[in-house]
């Protein structure tokens, strides 16, 4: 049980380490006076914090986390989840879940602390459809790549793309190529069959998908115009505004390209500045989808003279090391980070007009 419990209504804020079955509860008082520090089963959990006065309650911001901020605000409390690297720095030695609840507690309690909206249950729904979306493609992949090494095991290998790729799978369910000829037996068509039918049935649930996204983004104003900037579609917006709930919390553009890691990493001192790669910090999925559209962008930038792209194609230029083009896109992406700030904060559209040569 930790601690004997004192009196409870002196109780102003708390720190929760969530788990599965057993809860560790840290509350101090006005003064920082801590009151309780005890566990508590998940069964009794919301039943404890209603014999408790409204207070600040501070959670790590991790699995079921908004689950769990959403049944503590309908009974009163105050709720802040914090990124739970935000959290590590103010653990004392050691680590256990008294010792974590104690360290929540006292970093809900900083003015500095940056915390992470409750999100609703449709919000999550959304965000799972961009998740399931991902496993999907991820597990496609998979299933190609496993079609292209066995047939490489009778001879048959294909360029590197997707194109190609799916040019075996054709290959393995007619068994011969543009020319009639033979080049994959009936044996080995047998074999590779179910990840040929893997494949398509995979095709079908990502359509669905887009089709559901493309309908939700046609609805939604703010998304029509995220995707007037180059490189981000249907899923792009979307993910950014299931994500990205609130931008009051991002004081400008480049504090939001650093939420998504696209910022250098710097290692400063005695006012040298000195950057390196980015951090690759923050929003994992979200990087990668402006990555990917800013090396579409960078792909098919002729014929374009907007601002974005002379300015990606003038550094693309002047950069001479060896992968130019990766680095040119990670800018570029940085790039958009911040007009995807300035539009969701200011409003307005992309201007895509010529510039002046």
Known sequence: MGKSIKNLSSVTVVGLDIAKNVFQVHGVDAKGAT?????????????FFASLPPCLVGMEACSSAHHWGRALIELGHEVKLIPPAYVKPYVRRNKNDAVDAAAICEAV??????FVAVRSVENQAELMRHRARELLAGNRTRMLNALRGNLAEIGVVAAQGVQHAYGLKRLVADGFDDNGEIVVADGVRRALAPLVRQIDAI????????????????????ARRLMTIPGVGPVTASAILATVRDTSAF???????????LT????????????????????RYLRKLLVVGACATLSHRKGHNDALRVW????????AV?????????ALANKVARIVFALMT??????????AA
Do not use: N
């Not at 309690?109 to 940056?114: D, E, I, K, L, S």
């Not at 400008?252 to 939420?259: L, M, P, T, V």
């Not at 990606?312 to 950069?319: F, G, N």
């Not at 200011?346 to 510039?355: L, N, Q």
């Open 109 to 114: 309690g900083r003015p500095a602390m940056r």
């Open 264 to 283: 250098p990493r710097q290692s400063s001192t005695g006012g040298k500045q000195r950057l390196g790669r980015i951090t690759k910090m923050g929003d």
């Open 251 to 261: 004081a400008s553009g480049r504090e939001f390209a650093a939420f998504l890691g």
């Open 35 to 47: 009151i309780m520090a005890r566990s508590v089963r998940r069964g009794g959990l919301l039943k």
């Open 322 to 330: 060896k992968y130019k083009f990766k680095l040119t896109a990670v």
């Open 346 to 355: 200011r409003g307005g559209e992309y201007d895509e007009r010529s510039v």
């Open 203 to 222: 095709d079908e649930e990502i359509a669905a998908i887009d089709k559901e996204i493309e309908a939700r983004v046609k609805a939604d104003e703010t």
């Open 312 to 319: 990606a194609s003038s550094l693309l230029e002047r950069k």
